[in-house]
T-cell receptor, first 109, second 112 residues
Framework: GQNIDQPTEMTATEGAIVQINCTYQ??????LFWYQQHAGEAPTFLSY??LDGLEEKGRFSSFLSRSKGYSYLLLKELQMKDSASYLC??????????WGAGTKLIIKP | TAGITQAPTSQILAAGRSMTLRCTQD?????MYWYRQDLGLGLRLIHY???????GKGEVPDGYSVSRANTDDFPLTLASAVPSQTSVYFC???????????FGEGSRLTVL
């Protein structure tokens, strides 16, 4: 079966660094997405990885290891506005997105 | 403002009634999607469309129908609503099936 696992909730301190992990088992693989979703709002795109390695985009970085079925989202210099849910999703062999349930990130001052 | 528009933003509906959620995009994206999001669960795909004139079933299509008469519009219809269809519904679009998704603001539907 197809499965995406990510922690339900994480807490971090303003100014710190946090890593949100995502493991996946899908039928085929055509890339992995990370989206951010603030409470009561729509998801917005953060990153896309299809090759192994680290993609850096400002304070956010995303890493992929296809052999391990593993990705992480790294958030640096945390700000209060980073409090949100972070959704991991993989694109399977039929180009269907498989979504994790999301990780709720709570930032404390 | 370019983007994707959903209507209504929220609705309370009596069980057994029909309802159409509207979705319009002005980005000329080929692919469009309808998702539902329930607490504790990931986004679940209801129906999708690769291009105008074609539609496909997602993970949870039962009780829902869609049409894609043109590039811009992708309405979702509940023929006879049931309480288990209470959810937040998101419409999304992408350039193609590999592209990033752009989401509408969501429609919160309550079926009593």
């Amino acid at each position: 079966g197809q499965n995406i696992d990510q922690p339900t909730e994480m807490t971090a301190t303003e100014g710190a660094i946090v890593q949100i992990n995502c493991t996946y088992q899908t039928s085929g693989f055509n890339g992995l997405f990370w989206y951010q979703q603030h409470a009561g709002e729509a998801p917005t795109f953060l990153s896309y990885n299809v090759l192994d390695g680290l993609e850096e985009k400002g304070r956010f970085s995303s890493f992929l290891s296809r052999s391990k079925g593993y990705s992480y989202l790294l958030l640096k210099e945390l700000q209060m506005k980073d409090s949100a849910s972070y959704l991991c999703a993989t694109l399977d062999s039929n180009y269907q997105l498989i979504w994790g349930a999301g990780t709720k990130l709570i930032i404390k001052p | 403002t370019a983007g994707i528009t959903q209507a209504p933003t929220s609705q309370i509906l009596a069980a057994g009634r029909s309802m159409t959620l509207r979705c319009t995009q002005d980005m000329r994206h080929n692919a469009m999607y309808w998702y539902r999001q329930d607490l504790g669960l990931g986004l679940r795909l209801i129906h999708y469309s690769n291009t105008a004139g074609t539609t496909g079933k997602g993970e949870v299509p039962d009780g829902y129908s869609v049409s894609r008469a043109n590039t811009d519009d992708f309405p979702l219809t509940l023929a006879s609503a049931v309480p288990s269809q209470t959810s937040v519904y998101f419409c999304a679009s992408s350039v193609d099936l590999q592209g990033e998704l752009f989401f509408g603001e969501g429609s919160r539907l309550t079926v009593l």
